[in-house]
């Protein structure tokens, strides 16, 4: 076993600590990281504070992972040691059910994805333990291979916020010609700023406060419409081809439906905490779809990331230290990061 040093939530809603534990021994698929930086996730505060139900505690959150192998079991053939690596939202799936068979692990549809941190290893049946740590042992089939060509930390986000934008507009096949507009300009809604603009669609950023103009043109976006705005919320109906919804605060669906064209979709990325309530004719009117996205599968993560190092595509950050983390929950909380928080894991050692 691999005595390992990490932050740990030791139970709902009590701040997170130094945590002790060990990972399993390197197997023959496995690769061992050294992890350098961590993304901080919004589902991470989520799942510390048990917001959505089910928290397994201690818990070590952190799915958004880039670090250095240092170890690879005996029949690992795509990493070696000295590689820059990445890890994102899940560690292993049934792969054998279509899904997985089809590279969707995401959707594995026997045992469901094994998240990187939160679940059940397969193999050991021990808690899976995510990338607030100093390392991570990972099945070589579900781990990413990382350019070098990039700043690492901010890679990092791209394995969660980066792939959770792109695989619905890979999905949607959007590209030159398209319109798409993006709902909230924060860790997810940049990078969805930043990859559709360089998949060449005319990229608008819709927000409740005109302070974000600036910001997003320098993202990328082409316009911006102040949603609070009546008239230029009216400029714009029956105007777009897809939606972007990273929002998850409670919002009116109706209002934003009737912005799409006919056969227009919007795509669900943020989890409200209560259902969005929809009157049909909102979409029957125009042959509307809702429709909603997880991840990608490992597959598709790793053509993110080559489109990302292809494009010099990264997430903006805050570079911060472990023992800085509560803190960065509670501005999370006030919306007072630009745009994602990314721990330096050489600081566990201070």
């Known amino acids: 076993m691999l005595s390992t040093k990490a932050y740990a939530a030791p139970a709902a809603s009590v701040p997170l600590e130094p945590f002790n534990f060990e990972r399993r021994d390197v197997g023959p698929h496995d690769v061992l990281i050294d992890i350098q930086f961590c993304g901080v996730c919004h589902s991470d505060l989520h799942q510390v504070r048990d917001e959505w139900g089910g928290s397994v505690f201690p818990m070590v959150p952190g799915h958004e992972i880039v670090g250095r192998v240092t170890k690879v079991g005996d029949h690992v053939k795509n990493f070696k040691v000295g590689d820059i690596a990445g890890v994102g939202c899940m560690v292993d799936s049934c792969r054998t059910c279509p899904s997985c068979q089809e590279g969707l692990e995401q959707y594995c549809e026997t ?47 791209l394995l969660c916020a980066g792939i959770t934008t792109y695989s619905p507009l890979r999905q949607w096949k959007v ?99 209560e259902a969005p309530q929809v009157h049909a004719f909102n979409l029957i009117g125009k042959r509307r779809r809702i429709a909603g996205s997880l991840i990608g599968g490992i ?19 805050e570079l911060i230290d472990i023992k800085d983390i509560n803190e960065a929950y509670e501005r999370m909380l006030k919306g007072d990061v630009k745009y994602r928080f990314v721990i330096d894991l050489a600081t566990l050692d201070n």
Do not use: W
Request: with cysteine.
């Open 299 to 317: 597959a598709e993560t790793q053509e993110m990331l080559d489109f990302c190092a292809e494009h010099n595509i990264m997430s903006d950050i």
């Open 111 to 157: 045992t469901g994805m094994v998240g990187t941190y939160g679940g059940v290893e397969k193999e050991t049946g021990r808690p899976t333990y995510g990338g607030y740590s100093s390392q991570i042992v990972v099945d070589e089939k579900y781990t990413l291979k990382v350019s070098e060509k990039l700043d690492l930390a901010r890679v990092a986000p």
């Open 175 to 273: 590209g030159p010609g398209h319109r798409v507009a993006v709902m909230g300009l924060g860790g997810l809604g940049h990078m969805a700023v930043k990859l559709a603009a360089a998949m060449g669609a005319e990229v608008t950023v819709l927000s409740t406060s005109p302070n974000k103009e600036a910001d997003a043109k320098e993202l990328g976006a082409h316009k911006f419409v102040v949603t609070k705005d009546a008239a230029q919320l009216k400029s714009v109906r029956n105007y777009f081809d897809f939606i972007i919804n990273t929002v998850s605060a409670p919002l009116d669906l109706a209002a934003y439906l009737n912005l799409l064209r006919r056969d227009g979709t919007m795509i669900l990325l943020g989890v409200p905490p």
